[in-house]
């Protein structure tokens, strides 16, 4: 079984209080996601490999260790996964960006493909998906069988807030997959909506509704 790691760090907690607000314009919104999207990746990078190299301070030579090129990639979910981008590139502003595209259906609550363009060379890659909202984990699932085709190296989930439904069924489709989210709600309404959740996280990054 892969991961799941839910961060409670109180910086995390703090901008979460702020994004659940309804009362919290868009352009806080999307500065704030992208802040708990730095915080969520430093988690998820956690294990990324290091070399040592020898520098040379006002003092003396030191040996000290840098990333070791590890090639990665980010893939947002559109659209409110694009609200992640900027936050985790100012980590790694060297990561390549795929893109997949699905909306949920509103009566089925089911995935729709619409669009997918990874990097060329992603089985070189490994790779981390981006979307602040797990549900029914239909979306999450979806895309993470769409990346497999092109068999990246691993695959890793970094969300913001998930219902427990949505981690149990990703974590059953793609047990190698671990999954970094901020928090976990106490489950999903009629509509398929997080409770207490934040509402629509698209309609909020980008202000249409
Ligand atoms: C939201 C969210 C996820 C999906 C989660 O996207 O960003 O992708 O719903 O729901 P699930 O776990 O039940 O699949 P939405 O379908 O609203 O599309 P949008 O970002 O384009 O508004
Ligand atoms: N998608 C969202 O944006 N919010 C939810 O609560 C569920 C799915």
Do not use: W
């Not at 314009?25 to 704030?32: C, L, P, T, V, W």
């Amino acid at each position: 079984m892969g991961k799941i790691m839910v961060l409670d760090h109180p910086l995390i907690q703090h901008k979460l209080s702020i994004i659940r607000n309804q009362h919290t314009s868009s352009k806080d919104f999307r500065e704030i996601v992208g802040e708990i999207a730095t915080l969520v990746c430093y988690e998820a990078t956690r294990d990324l490999p290091l070399k040592e190299v020898t520098v040379t301070t006002p003092i003396t030579k030191a040996k000290t260790k840098v990333i070791a090129g590890k090639k990665l990639a980010f893939v947002p979910i559109l659209r409110a996964g694009l609200g992640m981008v900027d936050g985790v590139l100012a980590l790694l502003p060297s990561a390549r960006v795929g893109h997949i595209g699905l909306y949920r259906d509103p009566e089925t609550l089911k995935p729709v493909e619409y669009y997918c363009k990874l990097p060329a060379d992603v089985g070189e890659r490994e790779v981390i998906l981006l979307d602040p909202m797990i549900a029914t984990g239909g979306s999450a699932i979806d895309a993470v069988s769409l990346i497999k085709k092109q068999n990246p190296k691993s695959i890793k989930i970094m969300g913001i807030i998930a219902a427990p439904e949505g981690l149990a069924a990703l974590s059953a489709a793609h047990p190698d997959v671990d999954i970094y989210v901020a928090a976990e709600d106490e489950c999903l309404n009629d509509h398929g909506y997080i409770v207490p959740g934040l509402g629509d996280a698209g309609d909020r990054i980008f202000g249409t509704k």
